[in-house]
């Protein structure tokens, strides 16, 4: 277990991501220290809450005493926690910004001050905008098209400027990624034609022709757990697009259809999001030797059992599962 000694604080450690990501940690050895407001729940980090290994911390990223309490003792951070998806970013723009960015240098100062070593920050492969080109690098001009992903880009910058011999600084560039999780999520592509399938015996597309580029939840787990072991040199300053599969809208759809089974309809709606681009992961394959272990009809799959075994209540309108849904709810609480 390559982590013993070594504590990882995991910001939005009870996210999607996040609660998948926390019990894979703690397996391979690391303390892990989550700060989270816990929006969606306090059992979501993995049924991991019993292990001595892992603090809570109850707390926002924009305060920094809960910042500075969950800095303790750490010597590497992935951060993970910013307000997920345009439409839920859309809903009260001021309070997104305060969160995705406002508060993002003043954690990346304190993690210095704190003594951390290495600092790895969820970004978007939405920072490309739209796209022509088949595969696109990292080395392509940014063209975020919403303020979700102009401050993601903004971040990036923010981050790679502190780099020092001391303070190893990595971005990371993720597809969208798909399958179970403790702290599910039934709103992004992949999952959501999914639980339509299952649960409605229809699919929407909106319109088709666009590409998005996936990658199953494990794998990204495995890239963090990946990052935290490489050496320094290998990813000090450095940028990665994370992709598995580059689909189209519609073609992701038909694998649903397919993978679920049964006598399921899928309709076609026209579409205002004109967002395309297949992402190239060729970079981290060349570099650190990432290969995707998982495929989207996996992710469909585990899904499919996920619902099989009734561990979602609701899954077509709970909060839980829906992130504009949750935030809707939160807004209507002023003190936030």
Known sequence: MFGEGRRVLVTGGAGYVGSKLVPNLLAEGFGVTVLDTFWYGDMAVGGATSDQRLTLVRGDVRDISSVRTSLSDVTD???????SNDPSYDLEPNFGKSINLDSFLPLVC??????????IYASSSSVYGVKEEDQVTEDLALKPLTDYSKYKAQCEEILLEQ????????????????GPSPRQRLDLTVNILTSHAVHRGEIQVHGGDQFRPNLHIDDMCAVYLDLLGQPRGKICGETFNVGSENMKVAEIASLVKET???????????SSDNRSYRISSEKIHRMLGFAPGFTVEDAVRGLVDSFALGNLTNPLENPDYFNL???KQILADSSL
Not at 163 to 178: M, Q
Not at 264 to 269: F, G, L, V
């Open 77 to 83: 951070v992935i951060h993970l926690a910013c307000i």
């Open 110 to 119: 304190e993690s210095k001050e704190a003594g951390v070593s290495r600092f």
């Open 163 to 178: 780099e020092s011999r001391d303070f190893t600084t990595t971005v990371v560039r993720p597809a969208t990624i798909c």
């Open 260 to 270: 679920v089974g049964g006598k399921i309809r899928i309709s076609t709606q026209l």
């Open 325 to 327: 849904l949750r935030m």
